[in-house]
């Protein structure tokens, strides 16, 4: 029977035991406390895995281009690990997780970590606990992990935080041009991934792109993202995609971004704690675990203002 | 916050091809607040059991309509067993016949569905089981 103590896990998680990464990683996505543990004797091994994230709107390629990614880092001798995300139903709380029927080709490499994972009501494109799951990877001494986000449309853009490099796709045909990068999603992308250009219309889609990137102010961090034109099916221009992931991230080493990139995610894991941790310590303190506010809110009688400064002022009253 | 979610990999293996089965018996289980992880078609037991390993899910759900079921699942049954891996739920369904369905049940399959079993039996089927297990892991930590 597999071991539920965190600290076991994590020892044999660092060992290289899949099962026991699985497990971990499954603790901490269901909120265990005693998860955190694990995690945290994880965290010193961690901090030498690259991070690529791939996001782009549904119907990109996003799997297969991911799939022929991981096929030509393992050439290159690279351990790889997949975080491929899916949305949860808003409505069962059940998903679908489906990536890995175009992961099928690494099914049985040893070399190869492939964890799906449910959105679990997250917006950003990620699930809750992507970071969490990076970091068990990580530790289990994977060089490479590619964080599948979401088919995104705007706004989902949360794997910047989370990425080293974050590779934009977008692909000919999705009607109005540019529709599916335009705005935020332009912002993100540390190289931007015409896929399936063997369609008519790539070279297009790719001048657009490069036109839109002009008319930027110059990047800050003097890295200009390149545009790369890949067909997965035949897997043609993966070598090059893989080049732009090495030569973005020497760019990185080399400017300091790598280091404010930890710092900053750092504090970011940081201010979800706090804040999670927070909020759940004031409804302890209420009467009732807070039920009467929530009740109070729920039947329309106060508005969520002025639930939150009950809250706050039991909370106040409690200690003095 | 603690959130329980049942994970089930559903998998069709050797050359079976009919995917309409395993599609509709998907979205009821995730109807039923599963979180379904599908690897699609001509599985082998290893990708099955590494899979199941890396998603750490609680059921695998074989779907057989070829009739190659004897030959591939005691493998899947086998494969688990090589890789110490004991706390999971393995159910078939498909056009199985009786004593096929008899013979995968004694070697270690929990549940064989066949025609005429109702979409929401499976799903049933595997909360109970669910329910059964967490009660058993609860006695085992106190």
Not at chain 2, 58 to 69: H, K, M
Request: hydrophobic fraction near 45%.
């Amino acid at each position: 029977m597999q071991s539920r103590d965190p600290l076991v896990l994590a020892e044999q998680a660092r060992e290289g035991q899949q099962a026991a990464g699985a497990r971990l990683i499954r603790m901490l996505e269901e909120g265990d406390e005693g998860a955190l543990a694990g995690l945290r004797a994880l965290l010193p091994h961690a901090g030498q895995a690259q991070l690529l994230g791939v996001t782009g709107p549904p119907g990109a390629g996003k799997s297969t281009l991911v799939d022929r990614i991981v096929g030509e880092l393992r050439r290159r001798g690279r351990r790889v690990g997949v975080i491929a995300i899916d949305p949860s139903s808003p409505f069962s709380g059940g998903a679908i997780l489906g990536d890995r029927v175009r992961m099928q080709t690494h099914a049985t490499d040893p070399n190869v970590f492939i964890r799906s994972m449910a959105t679990r009501g997250q917006l950003g494109g990620l699930a809750r606990t992507t970071f969490e799951a990076t970091t068990v990877l990580d530790a289990m001494g994977y060089d490479v992990i590619l964080i599948e986000t979401v088919g995104v449309g705007q706004d989902e853009v949360d794997v910047v935080e989370l990425a080293h490099t974050t590779a934009v796709v977008s692909i000919p045909g999705m009607g109005d041009d540019i529709q599916a990068i335009k705005a935020g999603i332009l912002e993100i992308g540390d190289v931007f991934v015409v896929n399936k250009a063997d369609l008519p219309g790539a070279d297009r889609v790719a001048k657009q792109l490069a036109a839109m990137l002009h008319l930027r102010e110059p990047p800050e961090d003097g890295w200009d993202p390149p545009i790369v034109k890949t067909e997965s099916e035949r897997a043609r221009g993966v070598d090059g995609l893989v080049d732009v992931f090495e030569a973005h991230r020497a760019h990185l080493e080399a400017s300091g971004g790598l280091a404010r990139k930890v710092v900053h995610r750092r504090e970011r894991v940081f201010q979800d704690l706090l804040r999670e941790r927070a909020a759940a310590q004031v409804l302890a303190a209420a009467p009732e675990g807070g039920a009467p506010v929530l009740d109070a809110l729920k039947s329309g009688e106060i508005d969520p203002y002025e639930a939150v400064d009950r809250l706050f002022e039991r909370e106040t009253l409690a200690k003095h | 916050m603690h959130e329980r979610k049942i994970r089930v990999l559903l998998a069709k293996l050797g050359l079976d091809s009919h995917t309409v089965g395993v599609t509709v018996i998907a979205q009821s289980l995730r109807d039923a607040g599963m979180e379904v992880i599908y690897t699609g078609l001509r599985q082998t037991p290893e990708m099955v059991v590494q899979a199941a390993i890396q998603e750490d899910v609680d059921v695998i759900g074989i779907s057989s309509l070829s009739g190659a079921q004897m030959q591939h699942i005691p493998k899947v049954l086998t494969r688990l067993r090589e890789e110490g891996v004991d706390d999971k739920l393995v159910v078939v369904g498909g056009v199985i016949p009786d004593e096929d369905a008899e013979s995968l049940k004694a070697a270690g399959v929990g549940a064989v569905f066949t025609m005429g079993a109702r979409t929401g039996d499976i799903a049933e089927f595997i909360h109970s089981w669910w329910d059964a297990q967490r009660g058993a892991s609860d006695a085992q930590d106190r």
